[in-house]
């Protein structure tokens, strides 16, 4: 039997927003949980609601412009094959990579926002690809392996990508070329298993990331081979 509607509740956990008392009295929060995308103004605290938004999960990424957002495609609470870009400025979405279920937190933009890495499953395959926000042509496969797979992030260069491969507890963390003709990117010291949620820093020196067991740094280091 229903008693209320509109109950709202915590999306990331999926924890709703009710109690009740031991006199049979419910308190809820309304609101059914739905996020609104936001701008907020930085300088004056102004909120402002993003025209036409839809559900695009907790993982989107906005362009290094700030005026494309990348996301899985999904319909309500169910993921389907594919990328969406939303130029937000033109009121403008488009469905790219059909034949892909894109992994919601596999997705990032170069530095100089012309092209998207996106990791997802194509057929039986994981699949690693980066490809034009722009057109559909120059789709192009970095990895393509029976294990799972996940891109994390570029270069500040736009050269190589971080991917991450294998399960959360025997993660390894490789970085893969865009460029052809590039030279070998090794990470050193080596990264220990469970890697995740990489990211470069500004300089381009270091690498920080979660691990499950234990904390380490890691650098870059570009090696030519002999």
Do not use: F
């Given at each position: 039997m229903t008693v209320v509607t509109d109950v709202g509740y915590n999306a990331v956990n999926y924890h709703a927003d009710y109690s009740v008392a031991s006199d049979g009295t419910l308190a809820y929060a309304s609101g059914g949980g739905r996020e609104v995308l936001t701008w907020i103004d930085r300088a004056t605290g102004r909120f402002e609601h993003v025209a036409d938004d839809e559900p695009i999960g907790f993982n989107w990424q906005m362009s290094p412009d700030g005026e494309r957002v990348a996301y899985a495609a999904s319909t309500n609470n169910s993921q389907q094959a594919g990328l969406m870009v939303w130029d937000v400025k033109r009121?403008?979405?488009?469905?790219?990579?059909?034949?892909?279920?894109?992994?919601?937190?596999?997705?990032?933009?170069?530095?100089?926002?012309?092209?998207?890495?996106?990791?997802?499953?194509?057929?039986?395959?994981?699949?690693?690809?980066?490809?034009?926000p722009s057109r559909a042509s120059g789709t192009q496969t970095l990895v393509r392996q029976s294990e799972a797979a996940c891109v994390n992030t570029w270069t500040h260069d736009g050269r190589y990508v971080l991917v991450r491969k294998g399960s959360p507890s025997m993660t390894s963390?490789?970085?893969?070329?865009?460029?052809?003709?590039?030279?070998?990117?090794?990470?050193?010291?080596?990264?220990?298993?469970?890697?995740?949620?990489?990211?470069?820093?500004?300089?381009?020196?270091?690498?920080?990331?979660?691990?499950?067991?234990?904390?380490?740094?890691?650098?870059?280091?570009?090696?030519?081979?002999a």
């Open positions: 009121g403008v979405k488009t469905r790219m990579l059909p034949d892909v279920k894109v992994l919601q937190t596999c997705i990032t933009w170069s530095p100089g926002g012309d092209r998207i890495a996106v990791a997802g499953q194509r057929n039986m395959d994981y699949v690693v690809l980066t490809l034009s963390l490789a970085a893969v070329a865009t460029v052809t003709g590039s030279p070998p990117l090794t990470l050193e010291p080596a990264m220990p298993p469970g890697v995740a949620r990489a990211a470069i820093s500004p300089d381009g020196r270091w690498i920080a990331y979660n691990i499950l067991e234990e904390r380490a740094r890691g650098r870059l280091h570009s090696k030519v081979p």
